[in-house]
């Protein structure tokens, strides 16, 4: 199956930091989302973006398809910003979703 | 996006014993997923519930464990039988819909086995 590999798998920022996560996947995907669960473990849809740029109050994100990596920026951040980060894809003709191991975002006062 | 509802939220469950979590959507629906997170870990697909035929198991999941119902696309639930403390787990229902397919997820169904 596809492999997704995130990093940082932990990072410690902050507050007001900027930090920048990445995804790489092994293949061609058709779906890539990235997931913040926070800490009452509740998945939270940041970015549907299987290529291209997009931005979200302090969230961006940007995936270069053909060199099949995901970048996710998180600005400014807050505590709230706290949790687990997770990029997930899907292959051209599936439908499940395969899950990278996450990053583990703290954001201190 | 979908709105989706879990119940059980949480749960302390005894070791032997069954439970069922349920899963509702504010649409209808063609898939429907199940998704387990162990404690620290990064989701795992249980199965694929489609309305109308039995559920698909993914490798290392079977029926007799993990019974899915699914009697409309609005609808789904997830048993987890004669648990053990390695069920303990988040237990996720996901769907697709609108662009791309995207996934979304309900809140999730935190069980500790005791």
């Not at chain 1, 299987?50 to 600005?75: C, H």
């Not at chain 2, 509802?5 to 032997?16: E, F, V």
């Not at chain 2, 489609?50 to 696309?73: C, H, M, W």
Request: proline letters at 4%; aromatic letters at 10%.
């Amino acid at each position: 199956g596809i492999q997704v590999e995130q990093s940082p798998p932990d990072l410690i920022l902050q507050e007001g930091a900027n930090s920048t996560l990445r995804c790489n996947f092994s293949d061609s995907v058709n779906n890539l989302q990235w997931f913040h669960q926070n800490p009452w473990g509740q998945l939270i849809n940041l970015f549907y973006i299987p290529s291209g740029t997009k931005q979200n109050g302090r969230l961006s994100a940007t995936t270069v398809a053909t060199e099949r990596y995901s970048l996710l920026y998180i600005s400014s951040s807050q505590t709230t910003d706290s949790g687990v980060y997770f990029c997930a894809v899907t292959r051209p003709n599936d439908y499940k979703l395969s899950f990278g191991a996450g990053t583990t975002v703290t954001v201190r006062a | 996006s979908a709105v989706i509802s879990q119940k059980p939220s949480r749960d302390i469950c005894q070791r032997g014993t069954s439970l069922t979590i349920q899963c509702q959507v504010d649409s209808q629906v063609t898939m429907m997923f199940w998704y387990r997170q162990q404690p620290g870990q990064s989701l795992t697909l249980i199965a694929t519930a489609n309305q109308g035929s039995e559920a698909t198991y993914e490798s290392g999941f079977v029926i007799d464990k993990f019974p899915i119902s699914r009697p409309n696309l609005t609808f789904s639930t997830l048993t987890v039988s004669n648990m053990s403390p390695e069920d303990s787990s988040i237990y996720l229902c996901s769907v697709q819909q609108g662009l791309g397919n995207t996934i979304y997820f309900g809140e999730g169904s935190w069980l500790t086995v005791v």
